[in-house]
């Protein structure tokens, strides 16, 4: 199907013919063409944020609760410059995305135009790819190749550069053809390694399934198969803060979040287990603390899409190259043709150590009569919740880890934080993206004051697409996380750590013609929650919190999975000089 | 006081810098990358290795295949073998990357360099160069009664020794085009 036409109606063209339906963009002068085709059309929906990183933002909250990528359209100079923080918080958590920015007209560039900026080379590390189109002829390849390269493979963002003249220029387009990209990753795993890691789960007596955000990216069926996978073995599973949901909360061989604010019972597992099995994880440091005292007698098996993930930090025994959901596939084919076979008794007693771990009870904190407790205020949103079609964003900080810890997903593609990068300011824009993609689910957005002041700004998209996304904020009037840290490793001298001239959040919903409402009593906190959730518009939920609650369990920085702390006793002079320095 | 005692040469880009496990052999690879002959494809390559911290010794580039539209990198590189895979697997990951080849691993491979060496100087210098070029058959590409410049082919530490003999007598300016290479055989 070759038909001419501009570039801008190419461009429109192939976003429907990839079949997008919703666009997340902000006009400008290098765009206009693009913006004037938008107008005239009505299949692809264009949500107006209020500042480009929303946008990005709202793209991967759109994409990490649907799986398909998110698309996203600026203008030239700063609208491309300020998409940078998303794209690169998309890069590190892979996240398909698809942005598509402006560019001075051909003739201009390298003249400093106006709102000229270098993008493809300012944006070159922080995305999968990208591409400067300086032809009409090029542009629909070439966003047909973007699709393929953001969601082929591990995932992640692309960026098109389209300059104003190729926007005004007509060209041939063509339509998405299959094969015409030389980029295809590896998708089946070696069997050789898979029948290796195979032997090893009949045999051992430890035990653990390390999960991440691959096997969500993966798409549901991984997720099935990895659940299958579980339940059939009877071998624990924890996972990281990309894999929360890949396997139930509620399933019983549940350890819950592992790493550095991961629960007791999940890091020691992981420190004395025989054999871990990492399964779309990439060993970040925030999951395996100090190096050297990692998970020092297992054997190590490691399923993920990306070559350069293995033995990139901790080197492994099994690599298994290929993506999740087909590696799992073999992996179950082959356990079962081999007569399904587990050390029942070395496991039995395997699993009776990890219920003595869980007696610790290390999500234990003092509850109060009379402030609200963070945990409590999350535990109290958990329950009140937790029937409900429920989607979570978050923003960064000490209530992001709380919100893990407290909150159980029971199905992926419903937890969306970042991870990664960790973007202060992600939750918001997030919110609204995941909003977009599910009308009638409630959607809440976990926030510090800190964070959610970020992007407040787009209280006003919020409010102009009517979208009934709730702003849950832990209020402590501190950057709560550092504010620990520096209590943990700056004796306590708080350095610019709290929020001064904060808004009357109430006032503030109001002013968008949104809902606030305050809560500080724990004794109205369940009522003031229900009134959030029945409310059929946006929320700020201003909740004020414990200001100097910390967050635990923490595995000091430099120390090991079995050195973590469990409470405030034991937090004096834990961290060493070695430590301080790591973040 | 210094909190943190990050071995020499640790290449790691994660915070946790502590890692005992692999080898801290420093090796000296060859590394032939074929890549789509697009623009800023040097750049990423490039790109990739400042923004992880590993060392390119020298890199050369040039159109090998103009209707395929692939160009070869040829990157010398040292770095623990750990540091050495990671290189590979990065490379690997670039979009327009058709082919990463090890030629250290795969080889032996065949590598020259071509330099040219301006040494200035008369008399009896002038006629030691002359002859010591003719040892190292260097080729006289320019001359004047005051200078030469020599044209050498050859393996790095061949040139390398070129230009230490030289320097004594006159060398005056040197360039040279860094690593090409070849698997030997077929």
């Known amino acids: 199907m070759t038909r001419e036409m501009t570039g801008a109606k190419m461009v429109v063209q192939a976003l429907k013919d990839q079949g997008v339906d919703t666009v997340f963009g902000y006009p400008g002068g290098a765009v206009l063409p693009i913006y004037d085709e938008i107008f005239l059309q009505n299949d692809i929906r264009h949500i107006l944020v209020r500042h480009e990183q929303g946008a990005v933002h709202a793209a991967e909250g759109y994409a990490r609760s649907t799986g398909k990528p998110g698309v996203v359209l600026v203008t030239s100079g700063p609208g491309a410059t300020n998409a940078v923080t998303g794209l690169t918080d998309a890069l590190l958590d892979s996240i398909p995305l698809v942005v598509l920015t402006g560019q001075v007209p051909t003739f201009m560039i390298g003249s400093d135009a106006f709102q000229e900026a270098d993008t493809v080379g300012i944006t070159r590390p922080c995305t999968k790819h990208n591409w400067l189109v300086k032809e009409t002829d090029a542009l629909a390849a070439t966003i047909h190749e973007a699709f393929h390269v953001a969601t082929a493979g591990r995932p992640g963002p692309v960026l098109i550069d389209i300059p104003k003249d190729v926007q005004f220029a007509t060209g041939e387009y063509n339509g998405p053809k299959s094969n015409s990209s030389h980029y295809h990753p590896r998708v089946k795993g070696d069997l050789e390694e898979i029948t290796e890691l195979v032997a090893a789960i009949e045999t051992a007596e430890r035990p653990v399934f390390y999960t991440g955000g691959g096997v969500i990216n993966s798409g549901a069926a991984a997720s099935q198969l990895l659940r299958e996978l579980v339940d059939a073995t009877g071998i624990p599973i924890t996972s990281t803060l990309m894999g929360l949901g890949c396997y139930p909360a509620s399933g019983k061989n549940w350890l819950g979040m592992l790493g550095m604010h991961g629960l007791y019972e999940a890091n020691m597992a992981m420190h004395d287990c025989d054999l871990m099995i990492n399964i779309g994880a990439r060993f970040d440091d925030r999951i395996t603390g100090r190096i050297d005292a990692f998970s020092p007698n297992s054997v190590k098996a490691h399923i993920d899409i990306d070559p350069s993930s293995i033995n990139k930090v901790i080197r492994v025994d099994i690599p298994i190259v290929g993506d999740v959901g087909h590696v799992l596939e073999d992996i179950l084919k082959v356990w079962k043709s081999r007569g399904r076979k587990v050390n029942r008794e070395a496991l039995a007693k395997w699993q009776a150590q990890i219920a003595d771990w869980r007696k610790v009870n290390c999500l234990a904190y003092t509850n109060s009569e009379k402030t609200i407790k963070p945990q409590y205020a999350l535990q109290r949103l958990e329950e009140l919740t937790k029937g409900h079609d429920r989607y979570v964003t978050t923003e960064v900080g000490q209530h992001q880890m709380w919100a893990a810890q407290f909150l159980g997903f029971e199905d992926p593609n419903r937890w969306m934080t970042s991870g990664g990068l960790g973007t202060m300011g992600y939750g918001f824009p997030a919110s609204i993206g995941v909003q977009m993609a599910h009308p009638d689910a409630l959607v809440i957005n976990v926030a510090g004051e800190a964070s959610w002041l970020m992007n407040m700004q787009e209280m006003g998209t919020a409010a102009q697409y009517r979208l009934p996304v709730k702003q849950f904020i832990l209020n402590n009037e501190r950057l709560g996380m550092v504010r620990q840290w520096q209590e943990l490793l700056h004796g306590e001298r708080y350095s610019h750590s709290w929020s001064e001239s904060l808004p009357d959040f109430v006032k503030l919903a109001e002013a968008f013609g949104a809902k606030g409402i305050l809560c500080s009593d724990p004794a109205d906190l369940d009522d003031a929650i229900i009134e959030m959730i029945e409310y059929d518009g946006p929320v700020i939920f201003d909740c004020l919190v414990e200001k100097h609650e910390n967050c635990f369990p923490m595995i000091p920085s430099g120390k090991a999975h079995n050195e973590m702390l469990l409470g405030e006793a034991e937090t004096q002079g834990v961290i060493d000089s070695k430590g301080s320095v790591l973040v | ?186």
Do not use: C, W
């Not at chain 2, 085009?177 to 030997?184: D, E, K, Q, S």
């Open chain 2, 1 to 186: 006081m210094s909190a943190l005692h990050i071995k020499k040469g640790s290449t790691s880009h994660s915070a946790y810098n502590l890692r005992p496990n692999f080898s801290d052999v420093q090796e000296r690879h060859t590394i032939a990358v074929l890549v789509e002959n697009e623009p800023g494809v040097l750049a990423r390559v490039i790109g990739l290795f400042s923004g992880r911290g590993y060392n390119i010794e020298s890199l050369t580039v040039a159109e090998v295949d103009h209707t395929g539209h692939l160009s070869r990198i040829t990157i010398v590189t040292t770095g623990t073998p750990q540091v050495i895979e990671q290189i590979k697997a990065q490379l690997g990951r670039i979009i327009p990357v058709h082919e990463v080849h090890d030629l250290t691993v795969e080889g032996p491979a065949v590598e020259r360099e071509l330099a040219i060496l301006k040494v200035v100087g008369d008399g009896d210098k002038r006629v030691e160069a002359l002859r010591l070029a003719d040892i190292f058959r260097a080729n006289v590409v320019d001359s004047t009664l005051g200078s030469f410049i020599f044209e050498i082919t050859g393996a790095p530490d061949k040139i390398d020794a070129f230009a230490e003999l030289m320097r004594p007598l006159g060398l005056a300016e040197i360039a040279r085009t860094g690593v090409a290479a070849l698997l030997r055989g077929e």
